[in-house]
Structures are given as structure tokens and as C-alpha cells.
């Protein structure tokens, strides 16, 4: 009998969409390895679990429960879990948290490791206490800090107000005016509760596929985003009419710079405890300086995702990759 894999999906962010396209790439993956029973499950906006066709067309109502086991119609033993998912329950360690509670293997980040990268404040704070370049911040915990933010904008004249637990660029603003700011903080904590203000810069977005394979951990040369507004907003990011446009290869890079952010994303990878796979985002600035801006511990897959692209580029077939994770985990 062939062994059960659980390839969750969707869940209650924003990118819920955008995870539901990511599993048609995983699904591929997993059916062309063979050797496996794909079950794919979307997990509603309102948190109902629901079997999915390859096609993404939504079947009957299922139940994970404790024994490792989706019940439906039918019950069926689980092995493995992908939680294909961006955003919550995913990238939050919500999913995680219950897997580790019923001893289930899944791929990719704990939940210790996910809900540190996935808070913008947390994840700031850990690469300031690894040493990791990343740009200048305050965090706020209500309004009554509002000074700290209007301080920073007195000293940069241009700020990011960011949601400091949210994705897809929703709760990010970008501030120009010194009197726009209180209203962003506010729209800000709207979506959180604690804001990120962080000094904006005028740089080049670098993003590094970092991933463990055959023993070792791999950070690949850098791909870019170019985004023509400097803001990689939600409609950029989703919008069929979206102007940015991706580089597998960022071009015209100093060697250096390559290897700095290369030894930043492996020095993450391994002290924030990051596993299988994550996307580790930088700035590079026109002044040449370096600055990790975000992990993400499931990057998209979508066909015009970057992640397993910057994977094939540097010699290792996301499919192989994939298989060993697999094998390594499954029950
Ligand atoms: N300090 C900054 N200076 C200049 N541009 C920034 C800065 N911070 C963010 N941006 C712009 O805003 C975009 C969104 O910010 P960020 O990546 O931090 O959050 P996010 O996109 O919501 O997170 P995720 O990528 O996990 O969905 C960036 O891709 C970049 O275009
Ligand atoms: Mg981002």
C-alpha cells in the first residue's frame, strides 16, 4: 500500500489564493516521485477542512484527528504532511504546533522557527542579536509610542510602516509625509498588534533560495525583483497586470555582496532554526549596502515564483529535492 500524503493548501490569510496555485506545482512534485497518495485538503477561509481534486474543485468536508488521521467518508492514515500554505496557519507555526502535538512529520519549519520569521518585529530583533545587517527600526506597541515613529521619520525622511504579523504587503505603507504617518501606524495596528517603522530605502530587492539537501544547507546566488514603483504592493504582486518583472540571475552584482548576503541567509537559516526550505529576502542598497529584509519559510510556487527557479539554476532538481525530503520524514 502506498503511503499517505497530506498536501494541505489555502488557509485564512490573504494569500490564500495564491497558496492554492503553489499546490498544483507541489502536487506535480509529489506525483511525479511516484511512489505516494496524494491527498490534497484546502483549508477554508473559515477554517473547514475540505478535500480538494487536482483541479482544485472542493469535495467533501474532512477532519484531521489525533491518530493521524483524516476522516471523511472514508478514514485514511496519514504520513506526512506539506502544509503548502503562505501566511496563517502556515507561515504563522498554527499547523506546526498541532502536528508536533500528535507526532505527525511534515515538511519545512517548526513552529518555533515560523512564528519568528513570519513577525516582522521578532524577526528584526533576531537579526540584530546575530549580527545581520537589516534596516534601522522602531516597534510599537500602541499609539501611545508614536514619538519613536516620528522621530525615526525625523531622522530619515522617509519611512515604512508595516503590520508587524502580515503578508502581501497588507499593512504596509509607504510614508513620504510626516503627517501621513499617525494615520498609517493606526491603519497599521488595525492588522497587528505591534507596528514595525523602519527607515526606507532606495535599493535593489534581492531574494536567495536557501535549502537543506544531501547533508548540507545551500544558499543560491540571488535572484531580483524589479518593480518599477519600489513598493512590491499586493496588486504587483498578484495583479495579472502587474509591471514587476523577475530575474532568476540579478545582474551586475559585486562578487562580494553575492557572498555577504549568500553567508547571511545560511547564518539565518541555521540559528533561526529554519528547515527543508525558505526564501531569504535582502535590500541592496545604491550605496551598497546589504540588508535582509524578510524570511519566508514557504515560498510561493507558483509558476512565476522564484524559489525552486533559484533551486534548478544552481544544479538541484526541486523534484530530487523534494523526494529526499520526503523520504526523510515520512512515517
Ligand atoms: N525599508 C524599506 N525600504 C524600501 N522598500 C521597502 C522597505 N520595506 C519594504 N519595502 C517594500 O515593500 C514590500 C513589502 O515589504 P515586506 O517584504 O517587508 O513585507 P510583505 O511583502 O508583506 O511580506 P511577505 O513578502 O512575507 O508577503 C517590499 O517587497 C519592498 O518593495
Ligand atoms: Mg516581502
Not at 480538494?52 to 506526512?80: A, Y
Request: aromatic letters at 12%; proline letters at 5%; hydrophobic letters at 35%.
Amino acid at each position: 500500500m502506498k503511503k499517505n500524503i497530506l498536501l494541505l493548501c489555502g488557509g485564512g490569510g490573504s494569500e490564500h489564493e495564491v497558496s492554492l496555485v503553489s499546490s498544483k506545482y507541489i502536487e506535480k512534485n509529489l506525483n511525479d516521485i511516484g511512489l505516494y497518495n496524494v491527498i490534497k485538503v484546502e483549508i477554508g477561509k473559515d477554517n473547514i477542512f475540505r478535500k480538494l481534486s487536482s483541479d482544485n474543485v472542493q469535495g467533501e468536508v474532512v477532519e484531521m484527528n489525533f491518530k493521524r488521521q483524516l476522516v471523511g467518508s472514508e478514514t485514511e492514515d496519514i504520513h506526512i504532511v506539506v502544509p503548502c500554505i503562505h501566511g496563517p496557519p502556515g507561515e504563522t507555526g498554527e499547523i506546526q504546533t498541532f502536528f508536533e502535538l500528535i507526532d505527525l512529520p511534515y515538511i519545512g519549519c517548526g513552529p518555533e522557527a515560523s512564528i519568528n520569521c513570519f513577525n516582522k518585529v521578532t524577526s528584526k530583533l533576531w537579526f540584530n542579536a546575530l549580527e545581520i545587517p537589516n534596516t534601522p527600526f522602531e516597534f510599537l506597541a500602541s499609539m501611545e509610542d508614536k514619538k519613536r515613529a516620528h522621530d525615526l521619520f525625523d531622522r530619515f525622511g522617509k519611512v515604512f510602516v508595516k503590520a508587524a504579523s502580515q503578508g502581501s504587503s497588507i499593512g504596509c505603507y509607504q510614508i513620504f509625509k510626516k503627517d501621513e504617518l499617525d494615520d498609517a501606524l493606526l491603519k497599521a495596528f488595525k492588522y497587528s498588534s505591534y507596528v514595525l517603522v523602519e527607515k526606507m530605502v532606495d535599493a535593489r530587492e534581492l531574494e536567495i533560495s536557501t535549502y537543506e539537501f544531501e547533508g548540507s544547507i545551500y544558499a543560491t546566488i540571488p535572484g531580483e525583483i524589479n518593480c518599477p514603483s519600489k513598493f512590491y504592493s499586493y496588486e504587483e504582486k498578484y495583479d495579472p497586470n502587474s509591471k514587476t518583472s523577475t530575474e532568476i540571475v540579478a545582474p551586475n552584482l559585486p562578487k562580494e555582496a553575492v557572498e555577504k548576503m549568500r553567508s547571511h541567509a545560511i547564518k539565518a537559516f541555521t540559528h533561526l532554526k529554519l528547515r527543508h526550505l525558505s526564501r531569504i529576502d535582502f535590500f541592496y542598497t545604491v550605496e551598497g549596502e546589504i540588508f535582509l529584509n524578510e524570511i519566508n519559510t514557504f515560498p510561493g510556487m507558483t509558476p512565476i515564483s522564484m524559489f525552486p527557479k533559484m533551486m534548478e539554476n544552481n544544479g538541484h532538481s526541486f523534484n530530487k529535492f523534494f523526494k529526499e525530503i520526503i523520504a526523510k520524514n515520512i512515517l
